[in-house]
């Protein structure tokens, strides 16, 4: 099983940016999907970006295309997820997740999909 810790959150104001990253270690770390998750209070977890093993593909939820960029690292068994232009809206807790299937649209993301979670990181965007 991959093992995943996410960084990166904080406390930020609308307009602004954060970087989060996701170490993956264990076997065949490289060699996974690499997702990004998030759930508000009261709210169910929500897709929000997937990267292919190669780094070639990717899939965006609507809400945070061409604002958020995810990517993983050509080296390392880690991806990040810059995100810009925060909006309110995207305070949640961002996860990071593994072994999943690489979907053919953004729509077909579920969070039982995948096996393999890390512990969370908060983002928090003031108005």
């Known amino acids: 099983q991959v093992h995943l810790v996410e960084s990166g959150g904080g406390l930020v104001q609308a307009g602004g940016s954060l970087r989060l990253s996701c170490e993956a270690s264990g076997q065949s770390a490289r060699n996974h999907v690499l997702a990004w998750f998030r759930q508000a209070p009261g709210k169910e977890r929500e897709f929000v970006a997937a990267?292919?093993?190669?780094?070639?593909?990717?899939h965006y939820a609507d809400s945070v295309k061409d604002r958020f960029t995810i990517s993983r690292d050509k080296f390392k068994p880690m991806a990040y997820l810059q995100m810009n232009r925060l909006k309110p809206e995207d305070t949640a807790v961002y996860y990071c997740a593994s072994e999943g299937p690489l979907h053919h649209s953004a729509s077909d993301y579920y969070p039982g999909d995948f096996p393999s979670w890390g512990q969370g990181t908060q983002v928090t965007v003031s108005a």
């Open positions: 990267v292919s093993w190669s780094g070639v593909t990717t």
